[in-house]
């Protein structure tokens, strides 16, 4: 069975093609990446345009033809409007025209599965950090429960808006990385409450200290290391609370080298297993939201395309 998936939550339009097992066929992109950040309509015109020939690229990549085809996903919400109604439009139309079932999914559980069904992790927490989203997930009693959550803006986001103001250009995350190398520490707001944490403290101070005369690298460094032993220390007793023992690395952010070493440390002293998401598999992709359509579809669940219509809010512990 091949399944082929739809993403379009945010600034990446791409396309996956999975079969039952997991094994994907094809994963493109194409990203809507302005300097001053996404505009919700603009990236929606980005993804009408880029979708199409995407498609048609992916179908070419995975050496099949359409009538190979079983089922069609979207990533249905969260996500920003435009994108998602956009996305749920080709979609549709796609199902249609080779008259396939549809299947909406939930983007933050395609994260989720994805990183497991690539890595082997069975019953993790997972820490899920990407541009809009920064949460601690796990399952207990078949359904996923968010642990612990951002307050206000995802890790990403807030590492995007710091560098932003820094002139390093969008997305940050690589460029702070690289200058955080030989960086020294700076005090900068540690906020973790209960088993949630927040991000635009450090934005704020990190560049108030700036404009006192602190050195980028300095506080690029400082901004890594405060912002992931806050995320590392809520993950952490999400797996003491929960006494599972793996954990899971997810999301565009789980590209930093920095935050996996720190989450192996903190895995190595407890005796959990420390997995990350390969790197093709880390931002938003197609492929992960193939591979939940083929879950969602082998459970039994199906949508009638009447009922497709996106959820921008849609949580995954909903
Ligand atoms: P996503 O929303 O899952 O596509 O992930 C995009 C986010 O990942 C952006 O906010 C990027 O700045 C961030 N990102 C990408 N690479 C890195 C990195 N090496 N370190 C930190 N954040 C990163
Ligand atoms: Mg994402």
New binding site residues.
């Given amino acids: 069975m091949l399944c082929i998936g739809l993403e379009g939550t945010?600034?990446?339009a791409g396309i996956g093609i999975s079969d039952e097992t997991g094994t994907i066929l094809a994963n493109i992109a194409k990203n809507y990446f302005p300097k001053e950040g996404i505009h919700p309509r603009k990236a929606a015109e980005h993804h009408t345009s880029a979708f199409p020939e995407l498609i048609s690229e992916a179908i070419k990549k995975a050496g099949i033809s359409f009538k190979d085809i079983d089922l069609i996903s979207f990533s249905q919400g969260p996500g920003l409007a435009p994108c998602l109604k956009t996305t749920s439009t080709v979609a549709r139309t796609l199902a249609l025209s080779i008259n396939k079932p549809l299947i909406g999914v939930n983007h933050c559980a395609a994260?989720v599965e994805i990183g497991k069904v690539k890595t082997g992790a069975k019953d993790p927490i997972t820490l899920y950090v990407?541009?809009?989203?920064s949460q601690v997930i796990g399952e207990t009693l078949g359904k996923y429960r968010v642990f612990g959550e951002t307050l206000d803006i995802?890790i990403?986001?807030a590492?995007?808006k710091f560098?932003r103001e820094l002139d390093l250009g969008f997305?940050?995350?690589?460029v702070?990385?690289k200058e955080a190398k030989n960086g020294k520490y700076i005090p900068l707001p540690y906020t973790v409450k209960g088993m949630d944490f927040s991000f635009t403290g450090i934005v704020s101070d990190a560049l108030r200290k700036k404009d006192a005369g602190a050195s980028l690298k300095d506080l690029c460094f400082s901004f890594q290391e405060t912002s992931f032993a806050m995320l590392t220390e809520v993950s952490e007793r999400a797996l003491s609370h929960t006494e599972k023992n793996e954990l899971l690395l997810t999301?565009?952010?789980a590209?930093?080298?920095r935050?996996k070493e720190m989450l192996e440390i903190m895995c190595n002293e407890r005796e959990a297993k420390f997995y990350a998401v390969p790197r093709e598999f880390?931002?938003?992709n197609g492929a992960m939201i193939a591979w939940q359509g083929i879950r969602m579809h082998k459970e039994g669940l199906k949508q009638d395309i009447q009922n497709t219509s996106v959820r921008p809010e849609w949580r995954v512990d909903d």
Avoid: F, K, R
């Fill in positions: 945010a600034h990446t994260h990407s541009g809009g989203n995802a990403g986001n590492i995007d560098a997305p940050g995350g690589p702070v990385e999301g565009g952010v590209a930093n080298s935050l880390a931002g938003d």
